[in-house]
């Protein structure tokens, strides 16, 4: 059996709230937008992380609605977004402990939380330049 792909989780309300840029006028536009931004890391990986890589994109309130597109996965998160982000990489440590998994957020209390599951952090700056 292949090992999975390195797994990127990105917080989508934390890296598209760290520009501003008018998000809060359309934030479920503001999620697409940070999606399709997100689409080529599929296949080049980022900040360490070789690719190809598996993305996925944590929404939540108005950007509930956003939808998967090639190359991202998108997961809605019914309450906090961060205690889904933590749910992810959770899960992906107990199918594989070895496997290599990058969240991007700046919130300093969700780094810790992902920490403990052996992600490592970068800030929204690695994925909106």
């Keep these: 059996m ?17 520009v501003p840029d008018g998000w809060w006028r ?10 399709d931004g997100l689409v080529p890391y599929a296949g080049t990986g980022v900040a360490g992380l070789p690719g190809p890589v598996e993305v996925v994109l944590v929404v939540e309130g108005a950007a509930r609605g956003v939808e998967a597109v090639p190359g991202v996965r998108v ?11 933590v749910q992810v990489v959770a899960d992906a440590a107990e199918r ?34």
């Design 2 to 18: 292949d090992a999975p792909l390195p797994l990127l989780v990105v917080d989508a309300a934390n890296v598209v709230g760290s």
């Design 26 to 35: 359309d934030r479920h536009g503001a999620a697409e937008r940070l999606r």
């Design 75 to 85: 997961v809605a998160a019914d309450g906090s977004g961060d205690d889904r982000i």
């Design 96 to 129: 594989d402990p070895e496997r290599r998994v990058l969240v991007i957020t700046a919130d300093r209390a969700l780094r810790e939380r992902v920490h403990h599951h052996g992600a490592t952090t970068a800030g929204p700056r690695t994925v909106r330049p």
